[in-house]
């Protein structure tokens, strides 16, 4: 694979022939499970391996590389929680400014603070926080019961939407180049919403304890 295809996610799955899920599911892992993964394509990878399944490239069953990318997703995440846990804040000690520092850990806390266990779901729709979430939970001890949950349906989430964009969408012509352009934005109007609907239910809770 040339250099200048290194983070262009359709040259990725292109570029590595029979093995092409594999490589997905490889880089899926690391950019939910290891702090550096944050410099991965996750969510237009995801899209494109919905775009070259259906044209063939990935030869496998969409079932297929739809659990097998799920199945990817919620292990980094697990490796990521268990990371802040054993570690704890050292991980995030060692500068006071930057992705991996103490105040990343400190805003990444206000949201579990603010959201909950959910924010865990919520980060999968959310570059670099994706990444960081799961290792913030570890290291403030979330209970792991919770986190689990979560983690899972976030990652399956996240994974069959992307995944399923791209295959359903890759067969309109001029729609999925479109798509990955605007992915983003995308993304973030999905994160509005699951944000809304979280501000929702805590404002009626809150209002039925009142009651």
Request: hydrophobic letters at 55%.
């Amino acid at each position: 694979m040339h250099a200048a295809g290194l983070f262009d996610p359709a040259a990725i799955i292109q570029g590595s022939g029979g093995w092409g899920l594999l490589v997905v599911c490889g880089i899926i892992f690391v950019e939910t499970g290891l702090l550096i993964g944050f410099l991965l394509p996750g969510d237009t990878l995801l899209f494109f391996t919905g775009v070259l399944t259906f044209a063939g490239v990935i030869d496998v069953p969409l079932l297929v590389v739809v659990v097998a990318a799920c199945l990817a997703a919620v292990a980094g995440d697990q490796l990521g929680y268990i990371i802040g846990h054993r570690l704890g804040p050292s991980v995030f000690e060692r500068k006071q400014a930057g992705l991996i520092s103490q105040a990343t850990l400190e805003r990444t806390n206000g949201f579990f603070e603010r959201y909950g266990a959910a924010t865990v779901m919520i980060a999968r729709f959310v570059a670099v926080v994706r990444t960081v979430a799961p290792v913030a939970a570890g290291a403030s001890r979330m209970h792991y019961a919770r986190f689990l949950s979560y983690n899972v349906m976030g990652g399956v989430l996240w994974c069959v939407l992307l995944i399923l964009a791209g295959f359903f969408l890759g067969q309109i012509p001029g729609v999925a180049d479109f798509v990955s352009q605007y992915i983003d934005l995308v993304l973030m109007g999905i994160v509005g919403i699951s944000v809304l609907l979280i501000v929702i239910s805590a404002i009626r809770a809150r209002r039925q304890a009142r009651g």
